[in-house]
Every structure is written in C-alpha cells, then in structure tokens.
C-alpha cells in the first residue's frame, strides 16, 4: 500500500534535481535536511510544493505542485534530472500501451511522457492543471519492454506532417498524386518525399568529426582486435540509428501506428550482424550507405541507412 513519505515546500539558492524514484525510501532524510520551511532544495518562482509517496520501501510517487503556471525551464530541469540519459517521450493519442502504463493513465493530464531507455521503460510522467496552477506527477513502474507486435500502418494525410511544409503541403496529399515533397519547419535539412504507398526521408546531418571508415589493415589483425572494433561499431550505429528516429520518426508523430519508445526498442536485431561486418573488415571498406536497422514490418519494408558523410535515409515501402 502506498503511503506519504514526505511533503515540503522547495527552496534554496539554486534549481537542482537528480533521480528519486525507485530509491530507498530510508534515504529520503539524507536527500532532504530539515531546514526553514521544510527542505532545502531550489529557488523557484512560483514555488513548488513537493509530495513523495512509497510503497515496500521504495519511492515510487512525486507531485510536484504549483499555485502558478509550471515553468518549462523548471518542468524540464526535474524531468531531465529524473532521467538520468533516458528520454522522455511523450505519448501518442490512439496508440495502444502496455497494460502497467494503461493503468496509471488519466485523462485529465494535460501531457503524459514515458521515460525510456535501451532497457525498457521506467517511469510515467504527467502534467495536471490544477486551478491557476500545475502538479507534475512522476510514477516508477516495474521495468518493461514494449515490442510492437501490430503490423505498421501508414496514415499518408497532412495531419501526419504537422511540422513538415511544402509547396504541395495540403494539395498534393489531398489529390493523392504520386509524388510530394516537404521540409521540415524549424530544420530545414530533414526533408520527407512522399510516393504512392510508401515515405521516403533525408537528413544531411553534417560530417562526423571523425571519418567513419574500416582501420587500415584490421583484417590481418587478431580476432580479439577485430571483435573490439565490430563492439564499438554496433554502439556508433545504435547511436546513429537513434539520431534517425529523432529525426523522421519522432518528427511525425502521427505517421505510423508506433509509440516513439517502440521504434528504440524496434532496433534489436535489425541491425548489421556479424557476417555482414566481417565483409567489410575484409574489403577494407563500408558500404556507400551503411544499413542502420532494416527489417520487414508486416507487408512493409523499412530500412534506415547513413553514409559515411552523414546524410541519413530512412525509406517505408
């Protein structure tokens, strides 16, 4: 059963949060000195009531609240120090979620966010109006994974594309032509060609800072040497793989039938393997366009790829 663990007021000299859910309910003491008012934290303006809540000795609930708006900078600055590297993805209207999410969700919060990371996901974040102000809710659920297990749909209409503009933006979709082309609105660079039946996108993200290329000479080197460089490999293309997503997937919301921690979670086992990488290590050199994730998705193939001067694509068909 959950019970009140503690509740202050937030004050001191300066906006700082780190990760309390899931912690040891015993160290709360420790996080938070007595002090005038209740706890020593930040400053803010308006102020933030803080409420924890635990259950078998854990942390598992924060409520953050305000008599005034919730600042953004202040909202992001808990949010992210709750994260600890993870993201915080915001929840897609109409898209199923996992039981243990579905539970916890209310209608009444203005925005809910999953935090998320190569693992799984962790935690549910909400925001709430409340009168003239807001409450930030933070819950901790059991670690989990969320394969998609639906075939992938495309929804091809302009509310696909909300931050994406054109000269054929609302006709071109509407009159069902073969071709359209739009660009992103505040990023120019991500460019998103639609054709009968199929997406294709373009990002020019810039040229890596260092040459992405097969060592000279690493297929005469030991098998420990090159089992540490197709290691490190794997976690440069994980990397550019979610580079990817931000940029087409989570960028379009409402394309696909996807929550945006699926498409993180979707690249297990759709990357390079083994075989594919020893064939490179033996020419001496990467593809033109190095395949990131590629896989098929019901009647739908997807395939993400980059080039090593830093142009991504990512083609649904």
Known sequence: MKRRLLS???LGSSLSWSGL?????SQLSGRFPAGKEGGLLFRSSPRIAL?????AGKVVRLDFSTRQAFPAAQLWEILDGEAQGADWLEIIPGVAVPEAIARLRDARADQEWVLADATGLRSLAQLFRVG??????????SLLRDPPTAPLEMNLS???FPEFVGELEAECLTAGQTRCLLSHREEPG???EIRSGGVRFQYRAGKPEEPLLVPAGLAKESEVEQRDWIEALRLLLRHEYNLGVRAFLLTTPGLFNRQPWQWFLESDGCSPGDVEIRSWIATGSLPGEIPLCRRKVGLRNFLMTMTASGLYRLEVR
């Open 132 to 141: 003239e102000g807001h409450t930030l809710r933070l819950r901790a659920i």
């Open 158 to 160: 302009t509310a696909a």
């Open 51 to 55: 409420e924890v809540q635990g259950e």
């Open 190 to 192: 991500i460019e998103v």
């Open 21 to 25: 859910l899931g912690e040891d309910a």
């Open 8 to 10: 202050l007021l937030l």
